[in-house]
């Protein structure tokens, strides 16, 4: 949605990175799509996943990308609301050397 809202392409084949994804193309996939194309920023949106019993993105699923996202993106900043325990953060991709 925020792509879509922004007018910018996925540069991935991918609308979502949730378990159910993951099982259906696999992390390897997710990772592969990232170094192909990679996006010049990353959202982390919070969700509640219990329902999938698999653990948060980078621990229960998605090990992969995330691992690839550490290396590759920085944090840029933070949204969040006072009082709310909301936060997302934005990470952009770091300058290659």
Known sequence: MINYLARTPNPTPYINFMPPEEV??????WTAAFNRSPPELVAFVPKDLSEFARGPFGVGYGRQLSAYIASEYALRSLLGIEGVAFEIRILERAPSD
């Open 24 to 29: 259906l193309f696999g992390d390897a996939a």
